[in-house]
């Protein structure tokens, strides 16, 4: 006969199980999201997804936690500077394959996130990077952007707002990936993503990009492994600073985001040929 105290340490043992299997649950859909948010996060990934961490944060050096997120801190919450959204809902579309190759590699193309912080003109680097460009040509052109938030803000270790996942949490594509591009820019030194640049988001694996992309607002210190497709206007930098200033959310439990304060929505996303 099970006695109340063996009963005690058997429903002990099973919500431990419990609580590690949530947790191993965590940790693997928090290896699924991209891998440079992961790297300011701090998240040490054991295996063949193995993520950069820049040195800057230092994770539970406890044998128990290897692979645990280990967040920074959130900045102190400010008012937000911005406005509300446009009225309309983010659309869901996907596609099985990458768009057919159509940029013009010659032209100027540029795109502008007309967001709720203030409008982000972005030169689009076409003959660089012509599989980026062109995909987001023609995601733009679906409204894909549209209404979707600016879900990541980081502000330690690297400094960058991330965008392009319609469902907010830091797993949403379009369905295709596209192929790694521009890594040898002249723009990147010494491992430095520049203030300004704008490059694209990834699993951690090679040509994994999708929709999602980082704006960089301070200069960061990452591995060449991110295609640079952009460089955001000054005023767009401006911009950029309002919503930097406002400080990030604490780390959400489920997804590890840390959400901007300011309420980052993209209300509208068109790139133009010229």
């Known amino acids: 006969m099970v006695s109340q105290e063996q009963r ?98 010659s032209a100027k193309y540029t795109m502008k996130l007309a967001t709720t912080c203030g409008d982000i003109d972005i030169a689009l680097k076409a003959s660089a990077a012509p599989h980026t460009v062109n995909s987001f040509d023609f995601l733009a052109g679906k409204g894909y952007f549209d209404h979707s938030k600016c879900h990541r803000l980081t502000t330690e ?3 960058v707002l991330q965008c392009g996942d319609p469902t907010g949490t830091g797993t949403g594509g379009p369905g295709y990936t596209i192929p790694d591009e521009n890594l040898k820019d002249k723009s990147l030194k010494d491992n430095i993503y520049p203030a300004g640049t704008v490059a694209m988001a990834n699993t951690g694996q090679k040509h994994s990009g999708g929709s999602q992309f980082f704006l960089v607002y301070q200069d960061s210190q990452l591995p060449p492994s991110y295609t640079p497709f952009g460089t955001v206007s000054e005023s767009g930098m401006k911009v950029l600073k309002k919503i930097a200033d406002a400080g990030a959310q604490p780390a959400d439990p489920t997804t590890q985001n840390t959400a901007p304060n300011a309420t980052v929505v993209i209300n509208k996303a068109t790139v133009t040929k010229s």
Do not use: H
């Not at 099973?14 to 891998?35: G, I, V, W, Y």
């Not at 948010?37 to 290897?66: F, R, W």
């Open 8 to 105: 005690r340490r058997q429903l002990a043992r099973e919500k431990f199980l419990r609580q590690q299997e949530r947790r191993t649950s965590a940790r693997r859909k928090a290896r699924m999201r991209n891998s440079v948010i992961a790297s300011a996060l701090g998240v040490v990934v054991i295996g063949s997804l193995a993520l950069y961490t820049t040195g800057v944060l230092k994770g539970d050096d406890s044998k128990e936690n290897a692979g645990a997120e280990v967040t920074p801190s959130a900045t102190p919450k400010a008012p937000d500077p911005c406005e509300k959204p446009a009225a309309g809902k983010v659309k869901t579309a996907t596609w099985k394959k990458e768009p057919e190759l159509a940029v013009d590699k």
């Open 157 to 159: 270790g690297i400094y």
